[in-house]
């Protein structure tokens, strides 16, 4: 019986100088990483930083609440949905042909075997053209565009536009690619052209799947198109900019209160709509 | 309606139905179209888009000269003494965010899971609104607010990233954690082991591989983060880049835009294999 029960010996952690390995050599590899980041945690707590900070959170009770400033939140809040519903809209126009030019189902030569060489070449291209424009972060689109044409909203629109273009064409290109291409083989085959095999075959086969994914994107670029106020797009993030500026906690409490409450009502939203037209 | 639903059963043929119509009132899904066109009209109408500006002959060709200025990057070595650090800071960044976010998420996502039917789990409500908080402010705000307590710099960026990732990565492990299977901490707990060495061996080892790839796959975000955060004054590529692009320097902000793909590559690339050798 005793050779069953645990003795002393066995309590031992037989992995126990494996773990001490592992986490000398992650120390040994954070080291430079620390150093790098400059990462001194000590330094909030330092007293020319704290009293500042403080200061500034002391500053976020009470929130500013008087109807004008609600109104400018309201006006600015909205502008942000806008912007970004804008930007979405745009980018669908962009991302739908060039998804269409992108979907091998959809090519007559290919049906035979090897695909030609000609229309071959065309969809290595429009893929590459959506790897570069989904590549540049909407931040970088709205830095040139607003020192092209300066501080507003259509630099915001434009952004969104370009890299959310980029990723709905290749996303849907690969959702369009993924599922069962026999109905829409079958209609070309038959006769039918390209498009009315997209549209009666390819497209409602996979609609409910691309309709829930612009959803989730129109929900990612709201929240995108706040942080591009940062950088003089327009909207809530612009306003947020420049009451974090002037060191205005109560401001920056209101807005970034009725900035969590609006992704959070995108979130619902999305949900709601995704189980609607899903 | 009841003609259509219960076709005679002597027809020899299918009943032929008209195509239902377009819209119904009765159909939710008609209605969310109606309502999202109306979103997409009423964003166009109200936003004062200058088109005619922007697609003005001068703006056109100002955007054509920069583009063809960005295609020629700088690359002596003067500056690229300059491109290097500003580029490991980046990836500083991202690895110290990511690491400290999966410290913290871990410390969250314990209360935040309800591991068994018995488990109360208290703090369950309150932590998952921290965690969706910390979530629902992007990066780049956070580097903005922080720019205040922790200065220009890396750190602030860092900060920015380790907050915003908390609360992703602390809402996945608890999902995770909830999601794993119940047997060996059942067998624990049957014979009285506690609550902390059920997690560290029963629990921690079932759903280490997934918090890895959860990690790994925050890390690839955070890289991208990381190099624009700087737009903002927290360090890295991107303080480069909005330096470089507000002087209207074309060659050097090519020079950081390409430092910033191709480190995207690359972090992209070891992710990948780090992915890889955990699967095997």
Redesign the interface.
Same mark, same amino acid.
């Given at each position: 019986m005793s050779a069953v029960l645990p003795t002393p010996a066995s309590r031992r952690d037989p992995a126990w100088w494996g773990r001490v390995f592992w986490i000398l050599a992650g120390a040994v590899l954070?080291w430079?990483?620390?150093?790098?980041?400059?990462?001194?945690p000590w330094?909030?707590l330092a007293p020319d930083?704290?009293t500042?900070?403080l200061k500034?959170v002391a500053g976020f009770f009470p929130p500013r609440l008087d109807a004008d400033f609600l109104l400018m939140v309201a006006r600015e809040t909205?502008?942000t949905?806008?912007?970004a519903?804008?930007g979405l809209?745009l980018a669908l126009v962009l991302a739908a042909p060039l998804a269409l030019l992108s979907v091998r189902v959809l090519s007559l030569s290919g049906m035979a075997g090897r695909m030609a060489a000609g229309p071959a070449a065309l969809r290595v291209g429009v893929r590459g053209l959506l790897v570069v424009l989904r590549?540049?972060?909407e &931040?970088?689109w709205a =830095?040139?565009?607003v020192?092209?044409?300066g501080l507003?909203?259509?630099a915001g629109?434009?952004a969104i536009a370009l890299t959310y273009g980029g990723m709905l064409g290749k996303v849907y290109g690969e959702i369009l690619e993924s599922g069962d291409a026999h109905a829409t083989i079958s209609l070309m085959r038959n006769g039918a052209g390209r498009l009315q095999a997209f549209f009666y075959g390819l497209l409602p086969q996979n609609a409910a799947e691309l309709t829930s994914y612009t959803v989730y994107r129109w929900e990612c670029a709201i929240?995108?198109s706040?942080?591009l106020g940062?950088?003089g797009a327009g909207g809530l993030?612009q306003q947020?900019?420049a009451s974090?500026k002037m060191?205005n906690g109560s401001e920056?409490s209101t807005m970034?209160l009725v900035?969590?409450a609006l992704?959070?009502a995108t979130d619902r939203m999305s949900a709601a &709509?995704r189980k609607? =037209?899903g | 309606m009841k003609l259509e639903s219960a076709p005679l059963k002597t027809a020899a043929n299918e009943v032929y139905r008209l195509p239902p119509p377009i819209f119904q009132a009765r159909c939710?899904?008609c209605?969310?179209?109606v309502l999202?066109l109306l979103?997409?009209v009423?964003?166009?109408w109200?936003?004062?888009?200058?088109?005619a500006?922007?697609f003005s002959h001068e703006?056109v060709a100002?955007?054509g000269r920069?583009l063809a200025e960005l295609l020629v990057p700088r690359i002596d070595a003067a500056f690229l003494g300059k491109l290097l650090?500003a580029t490991?800071?980046t990836?500083?960044?991202s690895?110290?965010?990511t690491?400290v976010a999966a410290v913290f998420g871990l410390l969250l996502a314990l209360p935040a899971a309800k591991t068994h039917p018995q488990d109360r789990a208290v703090w369950r409500g309150p932590s998952r609104l921290l965690l969706?908080?910390l979530r629902?402010?992007?990066e780049?705000?956070w580097a903005?607010?922080l720019l205040?307590?922790?200065?220009l710099?890396?750190?602030a960026?860092?900060l920015a990233l380790a907050i915003h990732t908390t609360g992703v990565l602390g809402r996945l492990f608890a999902e995770a954690i909830e999601n794993a299977p119940d047997g060996p901490g059942f067998a624990l707990r049957v014979r009285g082991v506690g609550e902390g060495r059920i997690f560290l061996y029963a629990s921690l080892p079932q759903v280490l591989p997934q918090l890895l790839s959860y990690i790994l796959y925050r890390w690839e975000n955070n890289i991208?983060a990381a190099?624009?955060l700087g737009?903002?004054g927290a360090?890295g590529l991107g303080q480069m880049?909005?330096f470089h692009?507000?002087l209207?320097q074309m060659a050097e902000t090519s020079s950081v835009?390409l430092a910033m793909?191709l480190l995207?590559l690359l972090v992209d690339a070891a992710s990948y294999a780090a992915r890889r050798v955990m699967s095997r």
């Amino acid at each position: 019986m005793s050779a069953v029960l645990p003795t002393p010996a066995s309590r031992r952690d037989p992995a126990w100088w494996g773990r001490v390995f592992w986490i000398l050599a992650g120390a040994v590899l954070l080291w430079p990483m620390l150093v790098l980041s400059e990462f001194k945690p000590w330094q909030l707590l330092a007293p020319d930083s704290l009293t500042p900070a403080l200061k500034f959170v002391a500053g976020f009770f009470p929130p500013r609440l008087d109807a004008d400033f609600l109104l400018m939140v309201a006006r600015e809040t909205w502008r942000t949905v806008a912007i970004a519903t804008a930007g979405l809209a745009l980018a669908l126009v962009l991302a739908a042909p060039l998804a269409l030019l992108s979907v091998r189902v959809l090519s007559l030569s290919g049906m035979a075997g090897r695909m030609a060489a000609g229309p071959a070449a065309l969809r290595v291209g429009v893929r590459g053209l959506l790897v570069v424009l989904r590549s540049v972060p909407e &931040l970088i689109w709205a =830095l040139v565009f607003v020192r092209v044409v300066g501080l507003g909203v259509t630099a915001g629109v434009l952004a969104i536009a370009l890299t959310y273009g980029g990723m709905l064409g290749k996303v849907y290109g690969e959702i369009l690619e993924s599922g069962d291409a026999h109905a829409t083989i079958s209609l070309m085959r038959n006769g039918a052209g390209r498009l009315q095999a997209f549209f009666y075959g390819l497209l409602p086969q996979n609609a409910a799947e691309l309709t829930s994914y612009t959803v989730y994107r129109w929900e990612c670029a709201i929240r995108s198109s706040a942080v591009l106020g940062f950088v003089g797009a327009g909207g809530l993030g612009q306003q947020m900019d420049a009451s974090m500026k002037m060191f205005n906690g109560s401001e920056v409490s209101t807005m970034l209160l009725v900035f969590v409450a609006l992704v959070a009502a995108t979130d619902r939203m999305s949900a709601a &709509l995704r189980k609607a =037209l899903g | 309606m009841k003609l259509e639903s219960a076709p005679l059963k002597t027809a020899a043929n299918e009943v032929y139905r008209l195509p239902p119509p377009i819209f119904q009132a009765r159909c939710r899904a008609c209605w969310s179209v109606v309502l999202m066109l109306l979103l997409v009209v009423a964003s166009f109408w109200s936003l004062e888009l200058q088109w005619a500006r922007f697609f003005s002959h001068e703006s056109v060709a100002r955007m054509g000269r920069f583009l063809a200025e960005l295609l020629v990057p700088r690359i002596d070595a003067a500056f690229l003494g300059k491109l290097l650090p500003a580029t490991l800071e980046t990836l500083a960044m991202s690895v110290v965010g990511t690491l400290v976010a999966a410290v913290f998420g871990l410390l969250l996502a314990l209360p935040a899971a309800k591991t068994h039917p018995q488990d109360r789990a208290v703090w369950r409500g309150p932590s998952r609104l921290l965690l969706n908080a910390l979530r629902s402010v992007p990066e780049l705000m956070w580097a903005a607010l922080l720019l205040i307590a922790a200065g220009l710099g890396p750190f602030a960026g860092t900060l920015a990233l380790a907050i915003h990732t908390t609360g992703v990565l602390g809402r996945l492990f608890a999902e995770a954690i909830e999601n794993a299977p119940d047997g060996p901490g059942f067998a624990l707990r049957v014979r009285g082991v506690g609550e902390g060495r059920i997690f560290l061996y029963a629990s921690l080892p079932q759903v280490l591989p997934q918090l890895l790839s959860y990690i790994l796959y925050r890390w690839e975000n955070n890289i991208r983060a990381a190099a624009i955060l700087g737009v903002v004054g927290a360090g890295g590529l991107g303080q480069m880049l909005a330096f470089h692009l507000g002087l209207f320097q074309m060659a050097e902000t090519s020079s950081v835009l390409l430092a910033m793909i191709l480190l995207v590559l690359l972090v992209d690339a070891a992710s990948y294999a780090a992915r890889r050798v955990m699967s095997r």
